[in-house]
């Protein structure tokens, strides 16, 4: 299994700002995701954070929004740009490991206020 | 398309029963994964069991136990004697190559 962790684990941001969201896995792993829980509901997926090139969004999502980075194959980052009340959520990293299992970090819980 | 439906939206039951979880899925590939998630109160998601298209073996684990049927394409979670640490969403997902969707979620309710 992989083990993934988040930071921060939460945070109250004040609209307009922007929040980067940290990704950090215990192994290489080829692909990584980026999803959102809003209250209530299911998970969506936002985007596959490529390693060495652009992410790839889902229908829904854009660059601008949502700007992610890979740099190598155990980090990520997502940023939440120009935040609204709409965007408080849990934003989860996950991974695929070689067996194709998939695994989700804790999650980061953003209250925009 | 992919779609994964729950149709049961909240279960409560006492402790000790055994409670059964449904999970539908429509996909046109002959290659797929299947998925059970738990998300406690704590809010991460704990990965429970992975099952692949070809094989339609049930699985046992402890209380936990699966139905993989291909010819309703349904894959049941039951949790037998179930207990109040069992209280939880349990999210069905289905992943086509590289993308996981999920389903809408099932909240569980074990009452003591």
């Known amino acids: 299994s992989a083990v993934i962790s988040q930071k921060p684990s939460r945070d109250i941001c004040q609209r307009g700002t922007s929040l980067t969201i940290q990704c950090q896995v215990d192994s290489q792993v080829t692909m990584m995701f980026w999803y959102r829980q809003q209250p209530g509901q299911s998970l969506t997926l936002i985007a596959t954070a490529n390693q060495g090139s652009e992410a790839t969004y889902e229908s829904g999502f854009v660059i601008d929004k949502f700007p992610i980075s890979r740099p190598n194959l155990t980090f990520s980052t997502l940023t939440v740009s120009n935040m609204s009340p709409e965007d408080s959520s849990i934003y989860l990293c996950?991974?695929?490991?070689?067996?194709?299992?998939?695994?989700f970090g804790p999650g980061t819980r953003l209250t925009v206020t | 398309a992919q779609k994964v439906t729950q149709a049961q939206t909240e279960i409560s039951v006492v402790e000790k029963e055994d409670v059964t979880l449904d999970c539908v899925y429509e996909t046109r590939d002959t290659t797929y994964y299947l998925f059970w998630y738990k998300q406690p109160p704590s809010g991460e998601l704990v990965f429970l069991i992975r099952r692949n298209s070809f094989d339609e073996q049930n699985e046992i684990s402890g209380r936990y136990s699966w139905n993989f049927q291909k010819s309703t394409s349904s894959f049941n979670f039951t949790i037998t004697a179930s207990q109040v640490v069992d209280s939880a969403v349990y999210f069905c997902?289905?992943?086509?190559?590289?993308?996981?969707?999920f389903g809408k979620g099932t909240r569980l309710h074990i009452l003591p």
């Open positions: 997902a289905l992943r086509r190559r590289d993308k996981i969707i």
């Open positions: 996950s991974v695929v490991s070689g067996s194709y299992e998939q695994y």
